[in-house]
C-alpha cells in the first residue's frame, strides 16, 4: 500500500492477548512511518474489539483467516504455542510476509517446511524470538567483539516465569502448562537465541527435568476457580555446549519465584559481561579486561523497561522493504528447535545428545561496521 509520503505496509495481528497488548502494540508509535495497523483477531470479540479501539486498528475479527483475506502485507502471528505453525503455514499460502512469536513451529520438521514455503512463495520470514537482537545483547556483541572478555569457556543462563497462578494475568493460562508448551519451549527459548547468536550453535545438550505440580487452580481472571492441568516437565536443567567449545547451564522453570542473577553471563578469560535477557532497563555489568572493576553500562532502548520485542518487527519491515535476508532466520529458530527437541531426549535417556543442524549468523555487530564503512 502507498500513501503520498511513501510506501506503508499493512500489518494483520493475530492473537492479541496479554504479549500483544504489554509488549507489541504500545510501541507501534515507532512504526508510523513505515507501516499501519490494518486489522486484529482474537478468539473473542470483546477482546477483538477493545483492542482495535484502543490501538487504531481499521477492523477486527474473531477469525483470523479474515486476517489474512485484509488488504494487509504482513501478519504477526502472536497466538499461543500450539497454533503457531497453522496459522503461519495459511500466512504464507496467501502472500503474506510473517512474524511468528517463539516457537516458530512444533518441530524441526515442521520449521523446516515453513522456511521452504517461505522461500517458493517469495515471503520473508521473520522467527521469533527477536532476543538476539534486543539492544543488551547487541550490546554484549559489542563488549566481546573489543576482545573485552578474551575466550568465553563458559556461560551460565536462568529464566523462570515466577510461580503459577501468575498475579494479574488475564488470559488463558493452559496452553502455557500444556504437553506442547511448558517453560523449555516457552521460556528457554530466550537464553538459546541469544547464546547461540552469540558463541555459534549448540553442539550437545544433557537434561534434567521434572514436573513439581499436577495442576494449580487461578484465583483471579477469567479462569479464577478453575484447575489448570500442567501436563509438561514445568522445571529443567540444560548442560549446553556450543561449537566455539564453550560451556553452560541453562535454566528454565515454572516453578521459582525469581533469581537474584541476571539472566546471562558470558565468562570469559579476561572479563566478564552480565545482562538481563528480558528487562531493557537493566543495565550490562561488565568486568572488562582492562579494568580490576565491575561497572554498569546502560542499555540505550526506546522502551522504559521489559522486552523490546518489536525489533523484531522493525527487523521485518525493513527486510521486506530493502530485500534483505533476515538475521531472525527460520533456519536459526529451526536449530533452536532441534536443541530443545535434544534436550527433551536427553532427560528421558540420561544420556547427551548431539545437535547436528547449523545456521547462518550474520553478527548485527559487523552489519553495523559494514554499513558504517560503505
Known sequence: MVDGTGPVLGIGVIGVGDVAQRDYLPEF?????????????????????????????????????????????L???LTPIGAHGEITRAALE???????EKPLAATPAQGQELAELA????????????????????????????????RVHSFRSQVYAGVPPWAGYDGDPHPFFAADGGPLRDMGVYPLHALTALLGPVVSVSAMSRRTRTSFTPNEGPFAGVSIPVEADDDWALLVRTRSGATGVVQVNFCAREAAAPELELQGELGTVALSLLDVAQPLRVLAADSAEWCEVPVRSPRDGGPDHLVGVEHLIECVMKDRVPLLSAEHAIHVLDVLDAAQSASRSGRTVEVTSDFDWNNPVDKEDKEGRS
Not at 521473520?126 to 537482537?133: D, E, K, Q, R, Y
Open 29 to 73: 508509535g515507532r512504526l508510523r512511518e513505515k507501516a499501519r495497523l490494518v486489522a486484529v483477531s482474537s478468539r473473542t470479540q470483546h477482546r477483538a474489539r477493545s483492542v482495535a479501539e484502543e490501538f487504531g486498528a481499521d477492523r477486527w475479527t474473531t477469525d483470523w483467516r479474515e486476517v489474512l483475506a485484509a488488504d494487509v502485507d
Open 75 to 77: 501478519i504477526l502471528n
Open 94 to 100: 496467501a502472500g503474506k510476509h510473517v512474524y511468528s
Open 119 to 150: 522461500e517458493k512463495q517469495g515471503c520473508t520470514l521473520v522467527a521469533g524470538p527477536s532476543v538476539a537482537l534486543f539492544p543488551q545483547v547487541v550490546d554484549a556483541a559489542r563488549v566481546m567483539a573489543a576482545g573485552q572478555l578474551g
